[in-house]
């Protein structure tokens, strides 16, 4: 649940709202029904789990498209749209990381938080350039999976800064 | 302090509220107060520890209900006022643990989170009768202590999932 | 950037507003910039790290009267603006750690919150005495800087509580 819900948590909070989930039953019953199916599947679920990869892709796409539309329609900048579509597809799992006791999973892959700055990028420069909000919207989700994708598939990876001394 | 006020603090931000210590003086009084206490007495203290359990217990089942009550008023449906109840009540503890960098004891003792929950549903019964304020608010504070007793005296315990593999 | 601007955020959600940096860019700009000029110059940075110091202290200083004074300006009373002034000085560092898997290093030198009550404090004993705004928070600022840098220099620790059975 944290994971599903925590980072439009995060951005409903920052956006001076109350979380979206808290007025709409829906989305706390997808969450519940998904518990139970994995409750009742789990061991067939984790023998596909690489599969599972390209719903997580799809989830954080969308994420990205919602948490963006979300912080324009509240009248914020476009970067702080970046921002907060990053905070939406991907502090659920930082959310989960951290109650969990450990390091969250996006400081060792960064591709996936850099995946939906990118789909942010996409998503502005389609809004400049006069394009309707759907194909925006698509721009965005689709650069998401791909950096996503290519991430995953070629191991790019963001460079990290070592001590050379230690 | 972050888990005395931790929970609330949780539910008013996600209310839409500043949190409820910041403009009354008394609550972080009272928390200065214990800390005093707990200072002064703190070998004599955790001599009785296991005499706290009841404290503790009756400060759940109250926070449940304060949570459920404040959530109600500020016009958000039934089951969010069970999601808020158990913040109230249970998130101090798992701020607190966050804090010190462990695993919150709420992940390894489900019962005390199911408990606020179980009040919270009794609670809504007992508006749905038709019952007096009072006598639903005391039927969940009842019911959160009730549960909570049970549940350590008869060692009950959430089941878990695990790898069946490993 | 957690660090930089994660104690401001926290103070902002409280104030019930939306986080500072969210409308204005240059924030988030000056954090991009000191992340460019760390990228660069890391192994000379990393060898005058205890002249940095200074700058951590002054910045402290300037967090905590910048979180006194607005939590002030949304009406809220003195004593929340002492705890306000606290969390956007030392609440970033907290958050670090947390995101790291850290146990936070205020709890460890606990100096550095403290520093930042008796800011406070000075601050509500000049607004008290009638001084101008200007002097009240110098007067924030340079006792903030005087007490961590006596902490320091004299290694002032706050007292903790062992049991002294284990």
């Not at 599903?4 to 997808?30: C, H, I, K, N």
């Not at 109650?99 to 400049?128: Q, S």
């Not at 965005?140 to 963001?158: D, E, G, N, T």
Request: charged fraction near 15%; charge should be negative; aromatic fraction near 14%.
């Amino acid at each position: 649940m944290a994971t599903a819900v925590g980072g439009g948590t995060l951005r409903d909070v920052m956006l001076e709202r109350s979380p979206f989930w808290m007025t709409q039953w829906e989305y706390l019953g997808v969450v519940a029904l998904s518990l139970a199916i994995f409750i009742v599947f789990h061991k067939w679920i984790q023998k596909i789990a690489s599969t599972l990869f390209i719903f997580d892709t799809i989830g954080l796409a969308l994420f990205t498209v919602v948490g963006y539309e979300k912080t324009i329609d509240a009248g914020f900048p476009f970067w702080t749209a970046w921002l907060m579509g990053m905070s939406t597809g991907a502090a659920g799992g930082v959310i989960r990381d951290i109650l969990i006791n450990e390091v969250p999973l996006i400081f060792r892959h960064d591709i996936y938080a850099l995946a939906c700055l990118v789909g942010g990028l996409v998503y502005t420069v389609g809004m400049w350039l006069g394009l309707s909000d759907i194909i925006s919207q698509l721009g965005c989700a689709v650069s998401v999976i791909l950096v996503r994708v290519f991430a995953v598939r070629y191991h790019w990876q963001l460079p990290t800064l070592r001590d050379e001394e230690s």
